[in-house]
């Protein structure tokens, strides 16, 4: 009678993690959509956006960064410029950074990028 009870619960833990997983991988899909690869969001206004270009340029000359204006992203919910994101192959994050560390963390970022190359 334990057995059973053991097994009943063995088989609805699995059924549980099996679907939070299938869930959690669509969400992430979906939530993002992102290209792969580097990719800058910038605004009109920003001071800041130059620097990171160039820095990250500097950093990774062979990148070839995208260059995207926040409001193309709105479902992301960015509200500084610049920022940073580096998207692996099914769109997920991989790495984010905004304002200064968007700058300061230039050779970080390339190394994100070239890893998801």
Request: charged share 25%; hydrophobic share 50%.
């Amino acid at each position: 009678m334990i057995l059973w009870r053991l097994l009943i619960l063995a088989a609805v833990v699995l059924v549980a993690w099996a679907v939070v997983a299938v869930v959690e991988r669509r969400k992430g899909a979906d939530r993002h959509g992102l290209p792969q690869g580097l990719l800058i969001v910038t605004t009109e206004a920003c001071r800041l956006c130059e620097d990171a270009v160039r820095a990250i340029s500097e950093a990774g000359p062979e990148l070839t960064p995208r260059i995207v204006d926040a409001t193309a992203l709105e479902s992301l919910h960015i509200r500084s410029a610049p920022t940073v994101i580096v998207a692996d192959r099914r769109g997920e994050i991989v790495l984010r950074r905004t304002g200064r560390s968007a700058i300061f963390d230039a050779e970080e970022i390339v190394r994100a990028a070239r890893g998801v190359a």
